[in-house]
Structures are given as C-alpha cells and as structure tokens.
C-alpha cells in the first residue's frame, strides 16, 4: 500500500510540475483577415495574399505581409492600416450588429479601411451616406 501511495504523489507531482510548461505554451495567433495583407488594400492593384515569413503578432493577432516593406510600414504605424471596428462589418456596425467583415469585402473612405459581411450588405451600406457616420457613433458608444 506505502508503494502505491509513493507511485500516486510521484505521478501527482509529476502532473504538477509539469502544468507550468504547459500553461505557458500558448497556440499561435490566427492569421488576420484570413492571410491577406492588410497594407496591400491601399496600393492601386488592390489586396493580396501575404507570406509566413513576413508576419508580425500585434493585438493578439498575426499579420502577414507580401513583402518587408509593407511589414515595416504597418509596424511604423498600424493605426493607419488596421481595418476600423476591428474588422467588424461596417454596415452591421451601423445598425447595431456585429457581424463579421469578409476581407474580400472591403472599401477605403478617407483613407480607412472597411470590411463588409458581402457584396450585397456593402451595397446597401453604401446607398446610405451616413452609414459610416453612424457605424462609428455605435463603435464608441459601445466602449
């Protein structure tokens, strides 16, 4: 009985000592907008597809990037790229609804980026001039 009892603390012990490891390993984040690079929405051709090797982890997600130039750009300043509601659909947002952005769905209004749910719900944001006015009354109202 004594060696059972030795056994179970050993292997108690063991699971304990072991919990910090583990608890520190952490997943890596997901890939925002699903992989596109988010700087790549304001150049003329329009968003692309960015690369693993140029990634960086910034508010809990992880960006990448179709080249070192627009890494180091969006590192200099990652408020002027970021999409505004947190990628969040700009009309939803509007209406009090968060559903999420398609980052095939996307517009730049004064130099911001938008993300819609689908081409449809984009079409309707847009017939309303003040849809992006009151998307973000409704973002600082819910802080």
């Not at 907008?33 to 329009?46: N, P, R, T």
């Not at 960015?50 to 890494?71: C, E, I, M, T, V």
Request: overall charge positive; aromatic content about 12%; charged content about 15%.
């Amino acid at each position: 009985m004594t060696s059972l009892r030795r056994l179970l603390t050993w292997f108690a012990l063991a699971l304990w000592a072991a919990a910090p490891a583990q608890a520190q390993a952490t997943a890596e984040p997901a890939p925002a907008l699903q992989g596109m690079d988010v700087v790549s929405y304001f150049h003329a051709a329009g968003p692309v597809k960015g690369q693993p090797a140029f990634s960086h982890d910034f508010d809990g997600a992880r960006y990448l990037f179709a080249s070192a130039q627009n890494k180091a750009a969006f590192v200099a300043a990652p408020d002027r790229y970021l999409p505004q509601f947190s990628g969040l659909c700009a009309t939803g947002v509007s209406i009090g609804k968060e559903l999420k952005g398609d980052p095939n769905t996307w517009k730049i209004v004064d130099g911001k980026l938008y993300l819609y749910f689908s081409g449809p719900v984009r079409a309707k944001g847009e017939a309303d001039p003040a849809t992006i006015a009151r998307a973000h009354q409704n973002w600082a109202a819910r802080k």
